[in-house]
Structures are given as C-alpha cells and as structure tokens.
C-alpha cells in the first residue's frame, strides 16, 4: 500500500495579514524590463475576468506606470466615505496605479522607502471590494517592490514573464530565485515574443530565439505556463488602450492569455489541499 499526494495547491506566504475581500494575490515579475511583464499581466488580469472570476490589477511599477495606458484610463480615482482610494474600472477589472495619481510626464524620483510606502498603501489603502484575485504588475528586477510585496502581502505565488533569448533567462533566473529566497511559491514561467509572423508573408520567425523559458521553467522546476507571440495586433490594441483579451476574446492571440489564466486558475483556485489518495498495490 502507498500513500501518493496530488500536486499541492500553491499557499499564500503568511508572514503578512491578507487583504479584506481578496482571495488571491499573484504577482507578475521579470528579471529584466522590456519583456513585454505589463502587458502580459493586463491581458492575464482580463483573462481571469473573461472566465468569471471577480479581478482587480494594482500597478505597482511606480517609476513606469503602465496600466492607465493599457486599460485606456484617465483621470484621479475618488475618495470613499471611509477614507479609502476607489479603484478606476474598465472591461470588468479593477485598476489602481500610482500613474493616476501624478502627471503622466513626472519622473518618479523615488527611494526605497517612499516605494515601499507607496504599494502598501496602494495594497491596503484602496476600496477592492470583494476580489477573487488581484494581479500586481511588479516592476522589474528584485528590488524594493518585490521585497515590500513579499512582506506585506501574503502571495499567492508569482508568475515570471521573459523573452526567450538567454540574455533575458538570466536575468529571470535571478527573479526565480529571489522568490523562492522569501518563500513566494513560484506559479510559473511565460515565454512572451516566443516568435513573430510576418503579416505579408505569413513566414515565423525567430527574433529572441524559440523555447528558452520552457528550458529553464523545466531546469529550475517550475509550471511553463505558455508561449505568447509577438504580432502588431498586440503592440496596436495595447497603445490604443483596447487590450486584445478584452476587445477581440475569441481571437487567437486572447485565447493565449485566458488558456494561462485558466492555467494558473486551475493551480490556486481549489478551496483547500485535496486529500491523499491510498492506493493498494
């Protein structure tokens, strides 16, 4: 008789209280900027609401706030009755950054302290409301953001974005492992501008090279969660703040962020530990 154990469902760190109305926190990282990290989180965040789950997104990059441009938001979010930020909302998500707080031509010069300040207030200083998970884009490398979110909010886990080519695996490789030092379980890797197709002559290319991130997602021992394309349909709807999972959901290219999100979902989203299974020999 043997006793087997089903693949554990990723627990949130408990080194900080949770957050009031928020079942799950996932942070999304990458060792290095220039990945395509906001992008995909504004697309992985629309995926969990496509499949009905009840999601918000905190833009946690403070010197390079994205999300105001991807979602297509303007504006100051307003004050409640009880002191707290109301988060902005658009396509179903809801959405705070320090973008819509400063003018968007302001240089955040920053130190530690003031960024740590500022995400944790942004964590617990917002009206969420009831969510089944917040997406936090992280700003790249393994600093002072990662290390306030590690300690001040009980994650979920984290998801890893990197573009193929080993230049950017290193530096992800370094995001692994910071993680895995302050005990964040790690929910996967994607390999974003996994190649491109000429649109004239339908012909796939290369650019950053082809299944580095599956390599090392296998070398270190984490979930590969999935390859996304790099195509001027996608570069065009995140300029023009109509992000593809939203705007065009049965197409190929959102079908490659809800199949991660669903991924993903299926990992953390079990209420509890199953059981062991006892198997007679």
């Known amino acids: 008789m043997s006793v087997t154990h089903p693949h554990p469902t990723p627990q949130a760190t408990s080194r900080a209280p949770g957050i009031p109305g928020i079942k799950h926190v996932i942070a999304v990282a990458s060792g290095k900027g220039g990945v ?4 995909t989180a504004c697309n992985l965040a629309l995926g969990f609401a496509a499949l009905g789950h009840k999601t918000g997104i905190l833009d946690a990059d403070v010197y390079g706030p994205s999300q105001p441009k991807l979602f297509g938001l303007r504006g100051k979010p307003r004050m ?11 396509f179903g998500v809801k959405v705070m950054s320090v973008g819509f707080l400063v003018d968007e031509d302001l240089a955040m010069i920053w130190r530690g302290p003031m960024v740590m300040s500022a995400i944790t207030q942004m964590l617990r200083e917002v009206a969420w409301g009831e969510l089944d998970v917040l997406v936090v884009d992280l700003p790249p490398g393994t600093g002072d953001a990662q290390l306030t979110m590690a300690q001040q ?10 573009t193929p080519q080993d230049l950017a695996l290193l530096d992800a490789r370094r995001g ?9 379980p790690l929910l996967g890797l994607i390999e974003n501008m996994s190649n491109f197709c000429c649109p004239a002559c339908n012909r796939v290319t290369a650019i950053f090279g082809h299944g580095g991130a599956r390599g ?12 996304i394309p790099l195509t001027m349909q996608l570069r065009e709807t995140s300029d023009d703040g109509r992000p593809v999972v939203a705007t065009e959901p049965d197409g190929v290219h959102a079908r490659h962020y ?15 530990r199953p059981a062991p299974r006892i198997i007679i020999e």
């Open 80 to 90: 409640t009755a009880e002191r707290k930020l109301e988060p902005m909302e658009r």
């Open 36 to 39: 395509g990290k906001s992008t």
């Open 153 to 162: 909010t009980p994650l979920t886990g984290a998801i890893i974005v990197s």
């Open 176 to 184: 692994i492992a910071m993680f895995r030092r302050v005990n964040v």
């Open 258 to 272: 809800i199949d991660i999100a669903r991924s993903v979902w299926s990992g953390i989203g079990a209420a509890g």
């Open 216 to 227: 090392e997602a296998k070398k270190v021992g984490i979930p590969f969660l999935g390859e």
